[in-house]
């Protein structure tokens, strides 16, 4: 699944504690460092793939590091942060849906 989520939550870690790749409980907070990709080269290369491999290869310069809840029972690969600049914006790939759910539920003030 993704999720977007803003790019000072994700530097702080603002998370409830639900592991981000299985939805379980988690235990601590894993380091993960965004990548910023170019949108542009599917306008001019989107019939050749190494070309858009080439042209839109990630940087991580200047992008923000963030930390993710997870747990010690389940392997945690797959888990992706894209850094999307002018939104100012984290896109999570690979998070679970109820680490999603979790996190809505967590900043949605409540009205009580």
Do not use: N
């Not at 080269?41 to 858009?52: E, N, R, T």
């Not at 992008?63 to 993710?68: F, M, S, T, W």
């Not at 100012?88 to 759910?101: D, N, T």
Request: glycine share 8%; aromatic share 12%; net charge positive.
């Amino acid at each position: 699944m993704r999720y977007a989520t803003s790019v000072e939550r994700f530097e702080v870690g603002d998370f409830p504690m639900v592991c981000a790749r299985c939805g379980g409980t988690a235990d601590h907070h894993r380091g993960y460092r965004s990548r910023r990709s170019a949108d542009w080269p599917w306008f001019f290369f989107p019939w050749q793939l190494i070309l858009f491999l080439l042209a839109s290869w990630p940087s991580t310069g200047g992008a923000p590091v963030g930390r993710l809840p997870l747990c010690s029972r389940c392997d945690h690969r797959g888990i992706s942060a894209a850094w999307r600049k002018r939104e100012r914006a984290i896109l999570l790939r690979g998070v679970h849906p109820a680490f999603a759910a979790a996190t809505q539920r967590h900043q949605t003030p409540s009205t009580a």
